[in-house]
């Protein structure tokens, strides 16, 4: 199961790059709704981190204003810090509960698995959006769909 994580998460780390170098490439593709829905899967996925990791999320916001070079610095901060807690699961990990509070305080209860899927899913869903928030712009967007990162590879 640990494999299947990390190969989940090797997706996400290389769609949030595509998504990074059209931002990058293609000014005009940059708008404020592409900006701000990728300042959410970024933020998310640092919110998620830290709870994951024990550290305090209360002052993480998931709805980040953030600059592109900010946005720069934060997914490569998520790429390491997920990858050095994916590399510190054993088998049989994903079952174990993390207890911890949403963005308004209650608590929750899950499994570390159901968290980690819930990561790499929500990611998906977003960048969806971004696609269509840049093909509205006038501009083709990256294809971050998970069959193309594995073409890379021949998988």
């Known amino acids: ?3 299947d994580y990390s190969r989940l998460f090797e997706h996400m780390f290389w769609a949030d790059t ?3 170098e059209m931002l990058d490439a293609e000014p005009g593709a940059c708008t404020d709704e592409a900006l701000t829905l990728f300042s ?4 998310s996925e640092r919110v998620w981190l830290l709870r994951l990791t024990g550290g ?5 916001p998931v709805w980040p204003d ?13 790429a390491e810090g997920y990858g050095q807690f994916l590399a510190g699961l054993g088998e049989g990990d994903d079952g174990v509960d993390i207890v911890y509070s949403n963005s ?3 608590p929750f209860r899950n499994a570390i698995g159901d968290i980690l899927l819930h990561v790499a899913l929500h990611g998906s869903y977003h960048r969806g959006q971004i696609a269509r928030a840049v093909r509205a712009a006038g501009y083709e967007p990256v294809k971050t769909d998970y069959i193309a990162f594995a073409r890379l590879d021949g998988n």
Do not use: E, F
Not at 66 to 78: D, E, G, K
């Open 56 to 60: 305090d999320s209360s002052a993480q």
């Open 104 to 106: 308004q305080g209650v």
């Open 18 to 20: 595509r998504i990074l």
């Open 1 to 3: 199961m640990v494999h």
């Open 40 to 43: 959410h899967v970024l933020g």
């Open 66 to 78: 953030l600059p592109l070079p900010r946005l720069h610095a934060l997914a490569a901060s998520n």
